[in-house]
């Protein structure tokens, strides 16, 4: 027995323990500001390429901003901005204390560094005061680079998770990862929780060829991706995004922003009732399901929300019931559009794996038509779905789109200039 556990401890003395790579990563593109830390094993020097990933959030925490634009009915740009610049501190404060990497120390920016602060940070002039008294105060936290996102989005909004990505970065002396907000889509899609804990994901690599339904308040895409972080657009929305039109239809309809979660709540009541959703045949409530019959891989749904309109004309005394009415309509009439385009595609490509990202993708029921078309007709075909959370904008997703292309060229990354990293509002994949 006693032999028996000195050779363990010999053979665990003996294997090397596995390097990890910590990323804190800033998403502030649209009206979320979002800061997580994330801590996986290092493949660039420690495993070979696949490799199982295991990822751990050490710390993650976003602040909405819902309830101030809620009176807009949508994102204020500048309003947004406003809120980035006053959040961004007190976040990452307490995502540093999540993580454990909170701890205090005096320390003093020299003044060369307080004019290169000064210049990033000259039209954030709170950000720079609550930076330039928090962070001499604690020791830099153990993380390998800080990945931000640059587009697309809001530019305003997103300059101030840059500009405050570029501070952290200068004294902290850390490598700046700039990620592409889509990307952070896909790969959050891949991610699957280790049994209970919620802080604990595995890493699923796809296999290829692989689409991605991209549905979010600003895009519907269909990306088609042959190899690891490459990507093709097959096709796009040719004027309003899914979850854009949900919001408009919703606003029509007197709901609150956004309108995805409320139109999707009152379709929902609509479908416990069946004898609602036998009335919708009613043709009162028939909407068109745009650019099905069509041969491209893109799509429309700007005549969808003026067909919402005419169809609201038309009906007197808009009820909650006729809003249930319409909402389901509204909510078949996207789904059987998307399933049907995303089909296309799938013969089309011989596709192996499919991922629906975005905020949209939190659709319960667009979420089970996707999970019933593959059980049905696709079983071949491996479906992934981020959870509700990471469906819609999130910090984590930065995270692990930013150790994916920090592991892949490391030394790019560590290099670079940060005056030539910069936001753009409709940067492509
Ligand atoms: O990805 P996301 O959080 O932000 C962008 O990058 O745009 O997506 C936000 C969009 C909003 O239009 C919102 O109405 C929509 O996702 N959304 C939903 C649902 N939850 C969020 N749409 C339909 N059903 C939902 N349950
Ligand atoms: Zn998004």
């Known amino acids: 027995m006693a032999e028996r556990h000195i050779d363990i401890v010999k053979a665990a003395g003996s294997i090397p323990a596995t390097p990890t790579m910590n990323i804190l990563s800033i998403e502030t593109s649209c009206d979320e500001t979002a800061i997580s830390i994330i801590e996986t094993n290092d493949v660039s020097t420690a495993a070979p390429k696949g490799a199982a990933v295991e990822f751990k959030i050490l710390g993650n925490a976003l602040l909405s901003q819902i309830?101030?634009?809620?009176?807009?009915?949508?994102?204020?740009?500048?309003?947004?901005?406003?809120?980035?610049?006053?959040?961004?501190?007190?976040?990452?404060?307490?995502?540093?204390?999540?993580?454990?990497?909170?701890?205090?120390?005096?320390?003093?920016?020299?003044?060369?560094?307080?004019?290169?602060?000064?210049s990033i940070l000259e039209r954030e002039p709170e950000l720079l005061e609550q930076f330039l008294k928090f962070i001499p105060t604690i020791k830099p936290p153990k993380i390998d680079a800080v990945a931000v996102t640059v587009g697309p989005g809001l530019e305003p909004a997103l300059w101030v998770g840059i500009n405050f990505a570029k501070t952290l970065a200068l004294i902290w002396k850390k490598p700046i990862v700039p990620i592409n907000h889509m990307e952070g889509h896909i790969v959050s899609a891949l991610l699957k929780k280790s049994g209970n804990k919620f802080s604990i994901f595995n890493f699923q690599f796809p296999k290829f060829p692989m689409i991605a339904l991209l549905i979010s308040g600003g895009h519907t895409q269909l990306v088609l991706s042959k190899e690891w972080?490459?990507?093709?657009?097959?096709?796009?929305?040719?004027?309003?995004?899914?979850?854009?039109?949900?919001?408009?239809?919703?606003?029509?309809?007197?709901?609150?922003?956004?309108?995805?979660?409320?139109?999707?709540?009152?379709?929902?009541?609509?479908?416990?009732?069946?004898?609602?959703?036998?009335?919708v045949a009613d043709k009162l409530y028939r909407l068109p399901r745009p650019m099905l019959k069509s041969e491209t891989c893109d799509f429309s749904f700007s005549g969808l929300k003026t067909a919402v309109l005419y169809m609201l004309k038309k009906i007197p005394n808009i009820t909650d019931e006729k809003k249930k009415k319409i909402a389901l309509e509204f909510e078949d009439a996207v789904t059987e559009v998307l399933i049907s385009k995303t089909k296309k595609v799938l013969k089309r490509y011989g596709v192996k794996t499919l991922i629906i990202g975005g905020g949209v993708a939190a659709n319960e029921h667009?979420?089970?038509?996707?999970?019933?078309?593959?059980?049905?007709?696709?079983?071949?075909?491996?479906?992934?779905?981020?959870?509700?959370?990471?469906?819609?904008?999130?910090?984590?997703?930065?995270?692990?789109?930013?150790?994916?292309?920090?592991?892949?060229?490391?030394?790019?990354?560590?290099?670079?200039?940060?005056?030539?990293?910069?936001?753009?509002?409709?940067?492509?994949?």
Do not use: C, W
């Open 366 to 429: 667009i979420k089970t038509s996707f999970e019933n078309m593959i059980r049905n007709e696709y079983l071949k075909i491996r479906l992934h779905i981020p959870t509700k959370e990471l469906s819609t904008d999130n910090a984590i997703m930065i995270a692990i789109a930013g150790y994916f292309r920090f592991s892949q060229n490391s030394e790019k990354y560590k290099k670079q200039n940060f005056d030539k990293i910069r936001a753009d509002g409709n940067l492509s994949l």
């Open 229 to 279: 972080l490459k990507y093709e657009i097959i096709g796009e929305t040719l004027d309003d995004a899914v979850g854009e039109a949900f919001d408009k239809v919703a606003r029509m309809l007197g709901l609150s922003y956004p309108g995805g979660p409320e139109i999707s709540k009152l379709a929902q009541k609509a479908r416990e009732y069946t004898l609602i959703s036998k009335e």
């Open 67 to 118: 309830k101030i634009h809620k009176k807009y009915g949508g994102v204020f740009p500048t309003l947004a901005k406003r809120e980035h610049s006053k959040n961004l501190i007190p976040i990452l404060k307490k995502v540093l204390e999540e993580s454990n990497f909170l701890k205090l120390s005096k320390s003093t920016i020299s003044t060369f560094n307080i004019q290169i602060l000064n």
